[in-house]
C-alpha cells in the first residue's frame, strides 16, 4: 500500500484534478489519497487556503462574506463541472462554506484554523465524488475518523503520539481507496488545528507510517528535487537520491519542496518518501531514503540559503571564564519565547543567529536592553539584515577539505563570510554573508563542487 499527496498546483482545476485521478488509476497501490486546497491556476490567482483566511477575518471584521465565499464555492464548482458532476455532489460543500460562521469555536485562532482546514476538507469531499462518479470505488474519510489527534497550538500544531495507536486500529480493505485531507487534526477537546503552511505533506507522513505504507509518493510541480534554487542557476543538477536528514537540513534552510516537520514521521518508520512530476509521473524524481540506503557519489546534496535572518553579535573580555553566561542569554530568550538557529562563539565573543519570522522591532530593543542590563558586555550589536547559506551532503562527512574549499572558492570571489558553523553530523556547513552577497555566494558555492 502506498500513501499519496497532491499538492495544491496539482489540484488547482479540473484539468489537473483529472491528472491526479490518471495517476490514482494508475497503480492499485496508491490507497491512501492526500489532498491540498485547491492552488493557484496562474501567477496572478489567490489560492483557496488565502481567500479561506479573508474568510474568517471578514467574519472577524462583521463584515459580509457573501462575494468572498461564492469566490471559494466558484473553484470548486468549476473543478465539478470538468468532470460533469451533478449539482447535487456540491451541496454538502457549499452548506459547509455557509456555515463555518456558525461553528462552536473557543477562540479566534481555533476559528481560523478551522476556516483554512477547509480547503483541505471540502477538496477531499469533491476528489472522493469525482472518483465515485468515474466508477473508482473511494471514500472520504476525515482526520478525526482516521485517528489524527493533535497538540500545540491552533495553527501550529503537532502530531499527537496516540494519533499512531489510533492509525494502528483503522482498518483498509485491500482493495479500497480514501481520500483524506491534509494540513491538519483534531485537539483532545474535538477543535481543529492546523499544521504549519504546508502541512499536507505532514498529513501524508503521519499517514505512511501509521498505516504501514511501503511508500510515500509527494506529487508537485517540479521533476525533482534540485541541488539549488533554480531561480539562482539555470538547469541545477537533480537530485536522484538524498537521505532523509540531508532534505531535513536543506528544508529547513529554505528548500520549499517538502516540509522539513513532514521527514520525522517518515524517518520513525522508514518509509521511503519519492517526490514525483504530477505533470511526469513517470519520471523517477527525486527518493528521500535513511542514511543507512545510501551511498554518495559527491561530498555535496545541495545548498539552500535565506535573507531572511538576523544576529547579534556580544563581546566580553574572558568570557570563557564567566560560568553561565549563556544560560542568562538563553534564559532571556526563553523568556521572550524567541528561538535561535546557530550560535557560534570565541573566547571573548559570542554570534546569535534568529530567524526574523520570529521578531519585531519592538522585541528586538527588549531582548537587547535586558542583555544589556544583565550580562553588561563590552560590545553588544545588532545586525538586521544577515543571509545564511547551508551546504549539506552526506559526502561532507568523509570530506574534511569541504569547509576549506568553500571558503577559498568565496575568498577568491571576494565575498566576506560573517560566520561559518559545521554541525556535529558533519553533514553541513552554515556560512553567514551580507545579504547583497547571498545569491553570487551560492552561485559560486554551486559552479565549484557541480561545474
Known amino acids: 500500500m502506498k500513501v499519496i499527496k497532491f499538492g495544491g498546483s496539482s489540484l488547482a482545476n479540473g484539468a489537473a484534478v483529472a491528472q491526479a485521478v490518471r495517476i490514482i488509476q494508475a497503480d492499485p497501490a496508491r490507497q491512501v489519497i492526500v489532498t491540498s486546497a485547491p492552488g493557484k491556476r496562474h501567477h496572478d490567482d489567490t489560492k483557496v487556503t488565502d481567500l479561506l483566511i479573508q474568510y474568517a477575518q471578514s467574519v472577524q471584521n462583521q463584515q459580509n462574506p457573501q462575494a468572498i465565499i461564492k469566490e471559494i464555492f466558484d473553484r470548486y464548482q468549476a473543478i465539478a463541472a470538468h468532470f460533469n458532476l451533478p449539482a447535487s455532489a456540491l451541496t454538502p460543500i457549499k452548506g459547509a462554506l455557509d456555515e463555518l460562521p456558525n461553528g462552536d469555536y473557543p477562540t479566534a485562532a481555533y476559528r481560523l ?80 488545528a492546523t499544521f504549519s503552511r504546508g502541512g499536507s505533506d505532514v498529513t501524508g507522513a503521519i499517514l505512511a507510517r501509521g498505516l504501514g505504507a511501503e511508500r510515500y509518493e509527494n506529487f508537485t510541480d517540479v521533476d525533482a528535487i534540485f541541488a539549488v534554487d533554480p531561480k539562482l542557476v539555470a538547469a541545477p543538477a537533480p537530485i536522484k537520491v538524498m537521505t532523509y536528514r540531508e532534505m531535513r ?89 524567541v528561538p535561535y538557529e546557530h550560535m557560534p562563539s570565541g573566547i571573548d565573543d559570542i554570534t546569535i543567529v534568529f530567524d526574523q519570522h520570529h521578531l519585531t522591532p519592538e522585541l528586538v530593543d527588549e531582548i537587547c536592553d535586558e542583555i544589556q542590563t544583565t550580562i553588561n558586555p563590552d560590545r553588544l550589536e545588532w545586525i538586521n539584515e544577515f543571509a545564511l547559506i547551508t551546504i549539506v551532503g552526506e559526502g561532507m562527512a568523509s570530506s574534511p577539505t569541504i569547509p576549506a574549499e568553500i571558503l577559498a572558492t568565496l575568498a577568491h570571489e571576494k565575498i566576506a563570510v560573517q560566520m561559518i558553523n559545521q554541525g556535529a553530523s558533519k553533514i553541513a556547513t552554515m556560512i553567514g554573508t551580507d545579504p547583497a552577497d547571498c545569491d553570487r555566494a551560492v552561485q559560486v558555492i554551486y559552479n565549484h563542487f557541480f561545474n
Not at 516540509?259 to 527525486?286: C, F, M, Q, Y
Not at 540506503?293 to 573580555?317: C, M, N, Q, V
Open 249 to 337: 537540513e536543506l528544508s529547513y534552510a529554505g528548500f520549499s519542496v517538502f516540509h522539513d516537520e513532514a521527514l520525522l514521521p517518515a524517518i520513525a518508520a522508514r518509509v521511503p518518501i519519492n517526490v514525483k512530476n504530477t505533470l511526469a509521473p513517470d519520471k523517477p524524481g527525486t527518493m528521500i531514503v535513511t542514511d543507512r540506503d545510501f551511498t554518495p557519489t559527491r561530498p555535496i546534496t545541495g545548498i539552500a540559503a535565506g535573507k531572511h535572518f538576523a544576529a547579534l553579535y556580544l563581546h566580553k573580555y574572558l568570557l570563557n571564564k564567566e560560568a553561565g553566561f549563556t544560560l542568562q542569554i538563553l534564559k532571556i530568550l526563553d523568556a521572550h519565547e
Open 113 to 192: 484554523a478551522t476556516f483554512k482546514a477547509h480547503g483541505e476538507r471540502l477538496n477531499a469531499q469533491l476528489l472522493a465524488a469525482i472518483l465515485n462518479h468515474l466508477g473508482l470505488k473511494a471514500r472520504f474519510v476525515d482526520p478525526k475518523e482516521i485517528g489524527i489527534m493533535v497538540t500545540g497550538t491552533p495553527n501550529n500544531a503537532m502530531v499527537a503520539p496516540e494519533t499512531y495507536h489510533l492509525l494502528a486500529d483503522f482498518q483498509l480493505a485491500p482493495d479500497e481507496r480514501i481520500v483524506v485531507p491534509g494540513f491538519f487534526g483534531f485537539t483532545m477537546a474535538g477543535y481543529i
